[in-house]
């Protein structure tokens, strides 16, 4: 019997609407090794490495009726040319050249009738270093559908080694599984039908795109969050960070070093991830200013920063992946933009984060699962469509923020320079944003609304200078 989808995975994918595409993505920035790496290097990559990730040949099969979620079945017609492609900027290959290009990718949704998920490569990248090294990147998007929850492994993350030298891993002959008939399909539908008959009116109205029998579904957790959380029983502001949203994106990104982050924690006692939302307060508070928009001091954006609540050391730990499982929170923060001081911002951020952690006002992973759009390996959207509309009158935009390692990775020799997340956008809002620290550097990904943010660089540019005026409260 094949494997069915979960309730969560399966309201990826019947609440998916063409503004609000349900992939998550990734951009990873590699250096040439004189060895050379191409495309046909990734697809034999790949190809090596993809039984590691056995769903990445798996594509949905619908139940007729929709009597049943529907299923996982072999794709018999599996074609690696067809997910893994390739793609090459105009000279000079400029960084903007880059951004753009992944804002075109990333909108365009995933095929359904394949398996849910697509590689690039992206080659002449502008050289750059000492010796003007050559670069490529690597893109990946996945489907949220193909997360489980709890252990889920991308396809970006399986072609990584510790070394130069790629590990070595067995050949495996792969024979897809015939795939079920239909009769099949329904027989297994109403035998699971017998011990739960209320799951078949469920997944009638689910796929049948029923938002108020969803929406009926999810008001459990969504009280569990309004009473849980206290920020949560005001309405969050009115920001031009809420707006009607588009089929395109925008993409933009921002580079700092942990060391700053970690000397700011050392000087205030603070932890990283709080020196984290500090930066990103006062960003968003210069952008607005920019804008011309009214900053008072009461001013404030609202901010679902989901987290692991295991203690992780220095560095910040958003469940991005592995087997967090509960222990992941979502805490709703109100980013105190209106705040002049960097350093009081930064108390601020410091004294609010404390709060949710010593009185257990943080939402549980296992809440937030049952709203049926939230992946905790994801840690990126309340994804369903129910959820989504009321996310405009709860938070303004979610930040992500993703512990990698302190040491270089490599693809098949190719070291990784640079990793930049890319957060797929709720319903209604225009901005979201992703951050992974590696190798020493905290890398910034912002998935903007192409029409909302046509100023989605300038926002991407303050990070740095908000990082900036909280070191130099550090002379003074």
Request: charged letters at 20%.
């Amino acid at each position: 019997m094949p494997s069915r989808l979960s309730a969560l995975d399966a309201s990826f994918l019947y609440l998916e609407e063409s503004t609000t595409p349900m992939h998550v993505g990734g951009v990873s920035i590699f250096r040439r090794p004189n060895s050379g790496f191409d495309y046909d290097r990734l697809v034999e990559l790949i190809e090596q490495r993809i039984a590691l990730v056995p769903r990445y040949r798996q594509k949905v099969r619908g139940v007729p009726g929709n009597l049943a979620r529907p299923v996982w079945v072999d794709d018999a017609e599996f074609d690696i040319a067809y997910h893994v492609r390739r793609s090459a900027l105009p000279h000079p290959g400029s960084e903007a050249q880059l951004t753009d290009l992944v804002a075109r990718l990333m909108s365009r949704p995933l095929d359904h009738t394949r398996p849910l998920w697509e590689m690039y490569l992206i080659e002449n990248l502008e050289p750059s270093g000492r010796g003007k090294t050559g670069r490529i990147a690597v893109l990946t998007k996945t489907h949220q559908a193909m997360v489980d929850g709890i252990s889920a492994i991308d396809i970006g993350q399986v072609i990584l080694d510790v070394s130069a030298q790629p590990r070595d891993v067995p050949d495996e002959l792969w024979m897809p599984r015939p795939e079920p008939s239909d009769g099949q399909l329904v027989l297994d539908a109403l035998g699971e039908a017998v011990t739960r008959p209320g799951e078949v009116v469920d997944n009638v109205r689910a796929a049948a795109g029923d938002a108020m029998a969803t929406a009926t579904k999810v008001v459990g957790a969504a009280g569990k969050i309004l009473t849980m959380a206290r920020t949560a029983s005001r309405r969050a502001p009115g920001l031009p960070l809420n707006a009607e949203i588009s089929t395109q994106r925008r993409f933009a990104v921002a580079r700092t070093d942990l060391e700053d982050y970690r000397k700011v924690r050392s000087a205030y006692g603070c932890d990283v991830n709080d020196v984290v939302l500090a930066v990103i307060s006062g960003a968003l508070r210069n952008w607005l200013l920019s804008r011309g928009e009214p900053v008072v001091g009461s001013s404030s954006v609202r901010a679902m920063v989901p987290l692991s609540v295991r203690g992780e050391g220095d560095v910040p730990s958003s469940a991005a992946g592995g087997s967090l499982g509960n222990r992941v929170a979502s805490f709703l923060v109100d980013l105190p933009v209106g705040e002049p001081s960097p350093l009081v911002r930064l108390h601020q951020v410091s004294h609010s984060m404390r709060e949710h952690t010593d009185t257990g006002r943080s939402v549980g992973a296992d809440t937030l699962v049952r709203i049926g759009g939230f992946a905790p390996p994801t840690l990126h959207a309340l994804g369903a469509r129910a959820a989504s509309v009321m996310s405009r009158h709860i938070f303004n935009l979610v930040v992500t923020n993703v512990p990698g390692p302190q040491f270089p990775l490599y693809a098949a020799g190719a070291q990784m320079l640079e990793m930049f997340p890319v957060v797929p956008l709720a319903k209604g809002q225009a901005v979201a944003i992703g951050l992974t620290s590696y190798d020493g550097g905290v890398y910034y990904g912002l998935n903007g609304d192409r029409d909302a943010m046509p100023d989605l660089d300038v926002l991407a540019g303050m990070v740095q200078e908000s990082l900036d005026e909280l070191l130099g409260t550090l002379r003074t």
